[in-house]
């Protein structure tokens, strides 16, 4: 079979230029089974320490276990805040954190660090390796969505043993992530931060080092 190799670049970039983390634009239509299978399928294949593949994937579509996590995110919003002055908190005043009920569903991508031990192989001398690993698979899954037309959003607002206690999570395993995912309206061409103005994009020129790590301080934010 002859592939366009231009073409066929041109694609894959376009998926990452369009990747969006998103919140509001939601549409709550559900994901089709293929298409979900696809996406996980995707996510699973990511590369893994020591092939231990450490990750579990939670489907989580009942409305009563989402409007529960829903309430402890908002909470936890509140905390964050009020640590908040001034500028900085009429900002975020503003910022939608997570479309928890507007999405189709919820993935909770979890992190196992005991699976293989205790010889994984290339975790001896970086014990967050494991952990890299999901965040890969999580990669892999929201660049598929993407390309399959759908959004996905993090929710980074929780606490840990609060959704381990949701989902039933094994102690030990960590919910590294939970994911809204399903089709949406469209994904906007500026993410949400920095339309906002809560901060601006760094430049690649400010973050590429030439043979040492550069210690000035005029890199920008």
Same mark, same amino acid.
């Given at each position: $079979?002859? #592939?366009?190799?231009?073409?066929?670049?041109?694609?894959?970039?376009?998926? !990452? +230029? +369009?990747?969006? &983390?998103?919140?509001?634009?939601? =549409?709550? &239509?559900?994901?089709?089974?293929?298409?979900?299978?696809?996406?996980?399928?995707? /996510?699973?294949? /990511?590369?893994?320490?020591?092939?231990?593949?450490?990750?579990?994937?939670?489907? @989580? *579509?009942? =409305?009563?276990?989402?409007?529960?996590?829903?309430?402890? @995110?908002?909470?936890? +919003?509140?905390?964050?805040?009020?640590?908040?002055? %001034?500028?900085?908190?009429?900002?975020?005043? *503003?910022?939608?954190?997570? %479309?928890?009920?507007?999405?189709? $569903?919820?993935?909770?991508?979890?992190?196992?660090?005991?699976?293989?031990?205790? &010889?994984?192989?290339?975790?001896?001398?970086?014990? &967050?390796?494991?952990?890299?690993?999901?965040?890969?698979?999580?990669?892999?899954?929201? !660049?598929?969505?993407?390309?399959?037309? !759908?959004?996905?959003?993090? @929710?980074?607002?929780?606490?840990?043993?609060?959704?381990?206690?949701?989902?039933? #999570?094994?102690?030990? #395993?960590?919910? @590294?992530?939970?994911?809204?995912?399903?089709?949406?309206?469209? !994904?906007?061409?500026?993410?949400?931060?920095?339309?906002? %103005?809560?901060? =601006?994009?760094?430049?690649?020129?400010?973050?590429?080092?030439?043979?040492?790590?550069?210690?000035?301080?005029?890199?920008?934010?």
């Amino acid at each position: $079979m002859s #592939i366009d190799l231009e073409t066929g670049l041109d694609a894959f970039y376009d998926v !990452l +230029r +369009r990747r969006r &983390d998103v919140r509001g634009e939601f =549409t709550g &239509d559900p994901v089709p089974a293929d298409v979900l299978d696809r996406i996980l399928a995707a /996510a699973h294949a /990511a590369p893994s320490v020591g092939l231990t593949q450490p990750w579990d994937f939670v489907l @989580v *579509r009942d =409305t009563a276990t989402r409007q529960e996590f829903a309430e402890h @995110v908002r909470a936890e +919003r509140d905390v964050f805040a009020e640590t908040l002055d %001034g500028q900085r908190g009429k900002t975020f005043s *503003r910022i939608k954190i997570e %479309g928890i009920l507007e999405s189709s $569903m919820g993935v909770v991508v979890t992190y196992d660090p005991a699976r293989g031990s205790p &010889d994984v192989l290339g975790r001896h001398a970086i014990a &967050d390796a494991g952990l890299y690993s999901v965040c890969l698979a999580i990669q892999n899954l929201w !660049l598929a969505a993407t390309a399959e037309g !759908l959004g996905v959003g993090w @929710v980074s607002f929780y606490r840990e043993p609060f959704l381990r206690d949701l989902l039933a #999570i094994p102690a030990g #395993i960590r919910p @590294v992530a939970w994911l809204c995912l399903g089709p949406v309206r469209e !994904l906007a061409e500026v993410p949400d931060l920095e339309r906002h %103005g809560w901060r =601006t994009r760094r430049p690649l020129s400010a973050a590429v080092h030439r043979e040492r790590f550069r210690t000035t301080e005029s890199n920008p934010d």
